[in-house]
């Protein structure tokens, strides 16, 4: 079984629709992130959480927020989806308590299509 | 601007050769430098690391130069296999880390 599960795996939906992509871990970490990846731009943080109470903006959250409802789950929310957050968005997590704590492990992604 | 820059979108190296992947940043206060794999509808996987501390790291096939006077880091693979081609993304920062765009590499058979 995948340690880091994302749903759903594609998704396509209309400009202005409400729409959360969901990301759950078995792997006991503290820490989440999520990131979107565009052609030629790599993967950009959208925002990220170190624990249960803990929310940070990253590079580009606007357009976007995010709920760690526990320590294994971290939502992403679009309020009202628009064209350009067609992308695709990949959950990770670290765990600050291990040697390697840099290291951090990925989910299969989410492919978003916005009409 | 981007912080973190990967300048070859592409690299095609023959079976067994060396492969050389390139990363130039900007931030002199980053304290970890990474490289991810990834394969096509997967997500990236960890590679390889090193603390702004030393200059190499090595791990089997996979070393990782870094070069902080001219804030630059690379990545080899010495041999190449057909296995190894997939999109490097290089990353760097604490904790939360800015990737660079990738490079896809291919290595033929």
């Known amino acids: 079984d995948a340690d880091v599960t994302q749903t759903p795996r594609n998704r396509i939906t209309k400009t202005g629709k409400r729409i959360m992509l969901e990301c759950s871990q078995t792997?006991?970490?503290?820490?989440m992130y999520w990131y979107r990846q565009d052609p030629g731009l790599g993967l950009r943080l959208i925002y990220y959480s170190f624990d249960v109470k803990d929310i940070n903006k990253g590079e580009i959250s606007d357009g976007y927020s995010v709920s760690r409802q526990a320590q294994a789950k971290f939502s992403l929310s679009l309020e009202s989806a628009i064209p350009n957050q067609t992308a695709l968005y990949f959950c990770a997590t670290s765990d600050k308590d291990t040697p390697n704590q840099e290291t951090q492990y990925f989910g299969p992604g989410t492919r978003l299509l916005v009409l | 601007d981007q912080q973190v820059k990967q300048n070859s979108p592409s690299l095609s190296v023959q079976e067994g050769r060396i492969s050389i992947l390139n990363c130039d940043y900007t931030?002199?206060?980053?304290?970890?430098f990474l490289w991810y794999k990834k394969y096509p509808a997967e997500g990236p996987t960890f590679l390889i690391s090193?603390?702004?501390?030393?200059d190499k790291n090595e791990d089997g096939r996979f070393t990782v130069f870094l070069n902080k006077s001219a804030k630059h880091l690379s990545l080899h693979i010495v041999p190449s296999q057909p296995g190894d081609s997939a999109v490097y993304f290089c990353a760097a920062g604490t904790y939360k880390y800015i990737f660079g765009t990738g490079t896809r590499l291919k290595v033929l058979a």
């Open positions: 792997k006991g970490h503290d820490r």
């Open positions: 090193i603390s702004s501390i030393k």
């Open positions: 931030n002199s206060m980053f304290d970890y």
